[in-house]
């Protein structure tokens, strides 16, 4: 399989193959290339002969030449059975090594029983590594087989499905952040943002500050989220869910035209991602305070976005991930993972084994040290 740098030409329709056809990813998007370029990244989007689209990311060693290579959630699965992809990833990393790349990371999401993907990349030389994104497995709720919103609620645990009716008796509102909002409006059980989006999404930061430290999680610098949220959601590839309390969108300074709603901050947030015929839970935050008086508001956000999952045509709803960090397998009770895990089942989701992340060491000797200087450069900047 010979690889090769598309062309100016072929770049509009990227997005098309790479991210919106079934099995496709956000994170190999041109928005996501330009988001990682902003961070000392080199994007290359290539293309294989079986009509596949690859965007790798590349980053030189400082000083002793080299470099490393990432394929973020791609080679993508579209168009390729599971022998196809391990020869689209396999061709891949040799073109990167060729143009200097030491080391090739990739970690497509391709289920773990897929024998002829994880056999054909580890022949080749590709080794597992731990994980570069925060989740291995994920939490998938089928809607294909004409599954309607009466069929996903009545799948749903009757302790959930009572949250979710009383957070709606309650009068919360769903406030639908998503530049696909047609001019019908944000649709039924959701409601068109009061003001900045930009705003919204720095309020879900802090939120989500607070959730990482519950479950005992950290993230990175504000702006590193922030920004591709905001270059995402341009996109139309990020939908962004806040729940709030009697419908208090954003508190008044928040609102262009002076016609607001009663200020306060957000009971629950969630963010998904829109690609590959599915909608994908990214982060999700609530604030523990008001879990007692209103215990539902993360239940209805969620459940807001499985309707609009059914209503776009998907043929799933991408729960996310809930393994253990490290040990990359099922939380079990007790450990800060398990309610978030039982919480993502409760809607019907099933737990789906993926490969996880892989990487092809190249030249060793220069990878080591390459390794180093990185981390010595890093320690001087700082």
């Known amino acids: 399989m010979t690889v090769r740098d598309v062309t100016t030409a072929e770049l509009p329709d990227w997005d098309a193959t790479a991210v919106d056809a079934p099995g496709g990813h956000v994170y190999q998007s041109r928005a996501w290339a330009e988001h990682r370029a902003a961070s000392g990244w080199r994007p290359r989007f290539l293309g294989t002969d079986d009509d596949g689209r690859v965007l790798a990311l590349e980053r ?20 390729a059975d599971g022998a196809t992809l391990a020869a689209r990833q396999i061709a891949v990393a040799d073109a990167l090594a060729a143009n200097g790349a030491d ?27 731990e994980e570069i994104q925060p989740s291995r497995h994920r939490i998938r709720l089928p809607l294909e087989d004409g599954v309607d919103e009466m069929l996903a609620f009545g799948h749903i645990a009757k302790s959930t499905r009572q949250r979710i009716r009383a957070a709606e008796a309650s009068g919360l509102t769903v406030v639908r952040h998503d530049v696909r909002i047609g001019p019908d409006g944000a649709g039924d059980g959701f409601r068109p943002p009061f003001g900045s989006t930009d705003v919204a999404l720095d309020r879900f930061y802090d939120l989500l500050l607070a959730t990482g430290e519950r479950r005992q999680f950290t993230f ?14 341009a996109a139309g590839h990020l939908v962004y869910l806040e729940v709030h309390e009697d419908g208090a969108g954003v508190a008044h300074d928040d609102v262009a035209d002076g016609a607001g709603a009663p200020a306060g901050p ?19 935050g609530d604030r523990a305070e008001t879990r007692r008086q209103h215990p539902g508001a993360l239940h209805l956000a969620r459940w807001r976005a499985v309707q609009l999952a059914i209503r776009e045509g998907c043929t799933e709803m991408d729960l996310g991930g809930a393994d253990v960090s490290g040990a ?19 809607f019907g989701g099933q737990w789906l084994e993926l490969a996880g992340a892989h990487e092809r060491v190249f030249r060793p000797r220069r990878y080591a040290a390459g390794r180093a200087v ?9």
Do not use: C, N
């Open 328 to 346: 990359r397998r099922r939380p079990v009770e007790g450990e800060p993972m398990w309610g978030l895990y039982q919480h993502k089942l409760s």
């Open 220 to 233: 990175g610098p504000r702006d590193g989220f922030t920004s591709w949220w905001r270059r995402a959601h």
């Open 266 to 284: 957000p009971l629950a947030g969630l963010v998904l991602y829109r690609h590959g015929g599915r909608l994908s839970t990214v982060h999700s």
């Open 374 to 382: 990185a981390r010595v450069s890093m320690l001087i900047g700082r």
């Open 103 to 129: 080391v090739v990371a990739a970690d497509p999401e391709v289920p773990a029983e897929d024998t002829a993907f994880v056999a054909g990349i580890r022949a080749a030389g590709f080794r597992p590594i």
């Open 60 to 79: 030189r060693w400082p000083f002793i030449g080299g470099g490393s290579a990432y394929v973020p959630r791609g080679p993508v699965p579209v168009g």
